[in-house]
């Protein structure tokens, strides 16, 4: 995989020529996933451009390219490993739901009138 150019100024980082969303998929794609923890930008592009700070996506923009943390062509990018993430799981939690299915080991019986013994209390109706 080649490097990646820096396509943006600081200038334009930080005016609104350059939206959040733009950098944060920037840094998705090319990013490696250590690099991206440490600036605690994994998880959807949608849920981190909502939290993170403009000033903190250009710091690690900068870091980027300053530390050199592309990502390799063997790694996979934070799109692909979220997916990847998300299927896995539900596979899974179906064919256990299905296997544990057994009958009630007892029943749940309610008192409404009495029968002369017990009387319902307030509430247990």
Excluded: C
Aim: no cysteine.
């Amino acid at each position: 995989m080649t490097t990646p150019t820096q396509d943006w100024t600081n200038e334009q980082l930080l005016s609104d020529a350059v939206s959040k969303k733009d950098i944060l998929t920037f840094l998705h794609v090319n990013a490696t996933h250590d690099f991206l923890i440490d600036r605690k930008l994994t998880g959807k592009v949608a849920t981190v451009t909502k939290n993170a700070k403009k000033d903190a996506l250009v710091e690690a923009y900068n870091a980027l390219f300053a530390n050199y943390a592309f990502r390799g062509a063997d790694e996979p990018s934070e799109e692909e490993m979220m997916a990847a993430k998300n299927a896995a799981p539900v596979a899974e939690k179906k064919e256990v739901a299905a296997a544990e299915v057994a009958p009630p080991k007892f029943t749940k019986s309610i008192i409404k009138r009495g029968d002369g013994t017990s009387t319902p209390r307030k509430g247990s109706s």
